[in-house]
């Protein structure tokens, strides 16, 4: 599912007035139906097909909108163009499907959408009088937000970023561009970037993967070609290898024709899965030892890390399953700490573990080494610099529960306060600055500045809703960025299952049905699976329940 789905404006002015465009619908009847780049779009860069159907006061009648091209949307509307129903996946994963009484016999208009901008493809749109069961639809994989279209013949430039989605087998960013192609016509997909080391995916439908490349367009360049079997349009994933969140500028282009790719094996950038794609200068190794105290500065000399923040590396050496702290402490910038190194599989690091805002991570090395400690801060302030301490010291200390209120520095230190953390998924509320009200669905960013939860290091981002005693509500949570995971808080709840979930909105996404035990404000909190996960997200809340979804979680692809 898209973490980009839209709120529609509700209004006259998001249609066009024109009845020039519809095609007339028959119920009880299927179309099949296509949306090609020359369909009009909405103001969110979507494309749609708009039909007309008389319909009878008081009929009702059921709508769906399949297809294994693109991710379906579904809108009907009166015949000024003020929408009376949406629908984005009620008919089950990537299918649209809603139900309607029409309130009064007139001229109704349906519109074949999709969930994403740029999609494009095959699609089947029925309406029939009465009710009837969904479509099945087994699978949702690769589907998503969408970077834009790019046409045989054209180079467009653009920039993998933290705000990406994110492959969590492999933790890398990746952008998906449709591309429209004709049946057996042959093209050749170059992707370029000099900071970083690109890799190449062309698939289709749901997420069925057609061919890949790493360095076949020279050095650290993709380059695929490939002869088209049908009419039905391909996805090309812009990813990249080696380094893990690997961001930078890159050009895309698709050329008619096949042009030859080069062997594999003249690639400049570093192999290694967890450091950046810079080469680093043998003066850069500092060293400290355990039971060692130091103090650095950070500057605008040091290493710039893939999210643009500045990272110093320190190297040190243990006895195999020795246990010792590393403290990360600045007055002058806010730290975030990451440690790499033999035997640690998963992603070591932390923000605010350590008294005040220091950084703090305890924990057992399973070798001797030699380990890296990465001196590095948080994202914002942007491109912060200072001085620092760093210390290890033998054993575990645990993690410090005070909050973190930065200092007011100058230059590059930081310019801003941050407000207490939460520290457990139960905690009292932490008066959020986001709101959301029944209806609406809200757009957001879990980033590395978000509270971290230090039960399980999560982040988390807590939204505020006003509810009734008695009312009931479903939330939705969804992103392509991470393994969404959802909880409430607020008066009347002391935690439980009913308060939480993980997958019940299918497809890695959350969904919460909630009746509210008193009156009064609560907090719907963004939260995560994945350790550290950051990304974009929507979030909705609509009255009444929804059924879990049996879609499975599945974020290979």
Request: contains cysteine; charged residues 20%; proline residues 5%.
């Given at each position: 599912?898209?973490?980009?789905?839209?709120?529609?404006?509700?209004?006259?002015?998001?249609?066009?007035?024109?009845?020039?465009?519809?095609?007339?619908?028959?119920?009880?009847?299927?179309?099949?139906?296509?949306?090609?780049?020359?369909?009009?779009?909405?103001?969110d860069?979507?494309?749609?097909?708009?039909?007309?159907?008389?319909?009878?006061?008081?009929?009702?009648?059921?709508?769906?909108?399949?297809?294994?091209?693109?991710?379906?949307?579904?809108?009907?509307?009166?015949?000024?163009?003020?929408?009376?129903?949406?629908?984005?996946?009620?008919?089950?994963?990537?299918?649209?499907?809603?139900?309607?009484?029409?309130?009064?016999?007139?001229?109704?208009?349906?519109?074949?959408?999709?969930?994403?901008?740029?999609?494009?493809?095959?699609?089947?749109?029925?309406?029939?009088?009465?009710?009837?069961?969904?479509?099945?639809?087994?699978?949702?994989?690769?589907?998503?937000?969408?970077?834009?279209m790019?046409?045989?013949?054209?180079?467009?430039?653009?920039?993998?970023?933290?705000?990406?989605?994110?492959?969590?087998?492999?933790?890398?960013?990746?952008?998906?561009?449709?591309?429209?192609?004709?049946?057996?016509?042959?093209?050749?997909?170059?992707?370029?970037?000099?900071?970083?080391?690109?890799?190449?995916?062309?698939?289709?439908?749901?997420?069925?993967?057609?061919?890949?490349?790493?360095?076949?367009?020279?050095?650290c360049?993709a380059?695929?070609?490939?002869?088209?079997?049908?009419?039905?349009?391909?996805?090309?994933?812009?990813?990249?290898?080696?380094?893990k969140?690997?961001?930078?500028?890159?050009?895309?282009?698709?050329?008619?024709?096949?042009?030859?790719?080069?062997?594999?094996?003249?690639?400049?950038?570093?192999?290694?899965?967890?450091?950046?794609?810079?080469?680093?200068r043998?003066?850069?190794?500092?060293?400290i030892?355990?039971?060692?105290?130091?103090?650095?500065?950070?500057?605008?000399?040091?290493?710039?890390?893939?999210?643009?923040?500045?990272?110093?590396?320190?190297?040190?050496?243990?006895?195999?399953?020795?246990?010792?702290?590393?403290?990360?402490?600045?007055?002058?910038?806010?730290?975030?700490?990451?440690?790499?190194?033999?035997?640690?599989?998963e992603?070591?690091?932390d923000?605010?573990?350590?008294?005040?805002?220091?950084?703090?991570?305890?924990?057992?090395?399973?070798?001797?080494?030699?380990?890296?400690?990465?001196?590095?801060?948080?994202?914002?302030?942007v491109?912060?610099?200072?001085?620092?301490?760093?210390?290890?010291?033998?054993?575990?200390?645990?993690?410090?529960?005070?909050?973190?209120?930065?200092?007011?520095?100058?230059?590059?230190?930081?310019?801003?306060?941050?407000?207490?953390?939460?520290?457990?998924?139960?905690?009292?509320?932490?008066?959020?600055?986001?709101?959301?009200?029944?209806?609406?669905?809200?757009?957001?960013?879990?980033?590395?500045?978000?509270?971290?939860?230090?039960?399980?290091?999560?982040?988390?981002?807590?939204w505020?809703?006003?509810?009734?005693?008695?009312?009931?509500?479903?939330?939705?949570?969804?992103?392509?960025?991470?393994?969404?995971?959802?909880?409430?808080?607020?008066?009347?709840?002391?935690?439980?299952?009913?308060?939480?979930?993980?997958?019940?909105?299918?497809?890695?996404n959350?969904?919460?049905?909630?009746?509210?035990?008193?009156?009064?404000?609560?907090?719907?909190?963004?939260?995560?699976?994945?350790?550290?996960?950051?990304?974009?997200?929507?979030?909705?809340?609509?009255?009444?329940?929804?059924?879990?979804?049996?879609?499975?979680?599945?974020?290979?692809?």
């Open positions: 599912m898209s973490a980009a789905r839209r709120l529609l404006v509700l209004a006259l002015a998001v249609f066009p007035a024109g009845l020039a465009s519809q095609i007339p619908l028959t119920l009880g009847k299927t179309i099949t139906g296509r949306l090609v780049p020359s369909d009009p779009m909405f103001n860069s979507s494309h749609y097909k708009m039909y007309a159907f008389v319909g009878g006061r008081g009929d009702t009648l059921t709508a769906e909108l399949t297809s294994t091209d693109f991710d379906a949307n579904l809108l009907l509307a009166d015949a000024s163009g003020n929408v009376l129903r949406k629908d984005d996946d009620g008919g089950g994963n990537c299918n649209a499907r809603l139900q309607y009484v029409l309130p009064a016999a007139a001229n109704y208009r349906l519109y074949a959408n999709s969930s994403a901008r740029a999609e494009l493809g095959e699609y089947h749109l029925t309406i029939v009088k009465g009710t009837r069961p969904a479509v099945a639809d087994s699978s949702c994989r690769g589907f998503g937000r969408v970077a834009g790019i046409q045989v013949g054209q180079t467009v430039t653009g920039r993998l970023s933290d705000e990406d989605p994110l492959f969590l087998s492999d933790s890398t960013y990746f952008q998906r561009w449709v591309l429209p192609v004709q049946l057996n016509q042959t093209f050749t997909v170059d992707l370029i970037s000099d900071d970083f080391d690109a890799y190449m995916r062309l698939a289709r439908g749901h997420d069925e993967k057609l061919v890949d490349n790493d360095d076949g367009g020279g050095g360049n380059r695929i070609v490939y002869t088209a079997t049908d009419d039905h349009p391909l996805r090309v994933i812009v990813n990249t290898v080696g380094a969140r690997a961001t930078g500028r890159y050009t895309l282009r698709v050329s008619d024709g096949g042009l030859p790719t080069e062997p594999k094996g003249n690639c400049r950038f570093s192999a290694a899965t967890t450091a950046p794609t810079v080469q680093r043998p003066t850069d190794e500092h060293t030892t355990v039971g060692q105290s130091v103090t650095g500065q950070l500057t605008t000399g040091d290493e710039l890390f893939t999210d643009t923040t500045y990272i110093q590396r320190w190297s040190f050496t243990t006895t195999p399953g020795q246990e010792v702290t590393v403290d990360l402490a600045s007055d002058e910038f806010e730290p975030f700490l990451m440690i790499e190194g033999p035997g640690l599989t992603f070591v690091g923000e605010h573990g350590g008294p005040g805002c220091a950084a703090r991570i305890s924990r057992t090395f399973p070798q001797a080494g030699p380990y890296t400690i990465e001196v590095n801060t948080t994202t914002h302030p491109r912060q610099t200072g001085h620092f301490v760093l210390s290890i010291t033998q054993g575990h200390k645990p993690d410090v529960n005070d909050a973190c209120t930065p200092s007011q520095a100058v230059g590059g230190g930081l310019q801003v306060s941050q407000g207490p953390l939460v520290h457990a998924r139960d905690a009292q509320p932490s008066g959020a600055g986001h709101s959301i009200d029944v209806g609406q669905s809200m757009q957001g960013q879990l980033t590395r500045n978000d509270v971290l939860l230090k039960s399980d290091s999560t982040y988390a981002q807590a505020t809703i006003h509810g009734r005693q008695g009312q009931t509500v479903t939330v939705d949570l969804e992103s392509d960025g991470f393994d969404a995971y959802l909880f409430v808080r607020g008066p009347g709840i002391s935690g439980g299952r009913d308060y939480q979930d993980d997958d019940s909105g299918g497809n890695c959350a969904r919460l049905t909630v009746t509210f035990p008193e009156t009064g404000d609560y907090e719907l909190v963004v939260n995560t699976q994945g350790k550290y996960a950051t990304g974009a997200f929507s979030i909705s809340v609509t009255s009444g329940s929804k059924p879990k979804s049996l879609a499975r979680c599945s974020r290979s692809g």
